[in-house]
Every structure is written in C-alpha cells, then in structure tokens.
C-alpha cells in the first residue's frame, strides 16, 4: 500500500509563497501519475496540479496556471507544489493522491491513494 504524507501547508498573506511536499513510501513503483488537489468546506475536491511519475509532462487547472509549479525529486519519492503570488480564493485543505494511471486524471476517483491533507490559509 502507498502511503502519502503531506507537509508545507500553513498561513500566509497574501501575495506570499508556500512550497508543499508529499512524501510518497511503500511500493511506489506503482505510481504512473500524481497530482494535488484542493478542497474548502461545501465544496468538491478540485485538481490543481499533477505530473505523470516519470517525467516530461505537468498540468495544471487555470485557476493557478503561472503562480504554481509541480515538480518531484525521484531520489526522495517525494512531489512538490511551489505556490506563488497566493490568494486568498486559494485557502483549502490540499492533498496530494497518487494514481495507476499514465495520464494525468483531473477527476479524484482515477486516483487510488491520498495523503491526508494539509490546511493552507490565505489572509487579505
């Protein structure tokens, strides 16, 4: 079983950077694509980035598009989200899911592992 163990979330203002890492262990030879995800209270979770395990392809949901950056160290079998120029419409609970699959999925049920969240709270 992957296990997935996020860190990097907290509070920040506006206009400022958080950088997130999700630690990946267990038989990560499995994990075809990663991504991360958001989530506030009422609402569905949203992809936000993801990148295919093996290199040479990210993707990214409009709404962060130039202001966030995915990348994974290999050595490390850990991913990252750099997060800059944040808003506050960007205060969520994020997770990071790994998945079987090759191609980057934006939908949460073509992932098959989650990490556990953390908060990241945007002030004005």
């Known amino acids: 079983q992957v296990q997935l163990v996020e860190s990097g979330g907290g509070l920040v203002q506006a206009g400022g950077s958080l950088r997130l890492s999700c630690a990946a262990s267990g038989p990560t030879v499995s994990i075809s694509s990663m991504g991360w995800f958001r989530q506030v209270p009422g609402k569905q979770r949203e992809f936000v980035a993801g990148?295919?395990?093996?290199?040479?392809?990210?993707r990214y949901a409009d709404s962060v598009k130039g202001r966030f950056t995915i990348s994974r160290n290999d050595d490390k079998n850990t991913m990252y989200l750099q997060m800059n120029s944040l808003k506050p419409e960007d205060t969520a609970v994020y997770y990071c899911?790994?998945?079987?699959?090759?191609?980057?999925?934006?939908?949460?049920?073509?992932?098959?592992?989650w990490g556990q969240g953390t908060q990241v709270t945007i002030s004005s």
């Open positions: 990148l295919r395990w093996s290199g040479g392809y990210t």
């Open positions: 899911a790994a998945s079987r699959i090759y191609d980057i999925a934006l939908l949460t049920q073509s992932y098959d592992y």
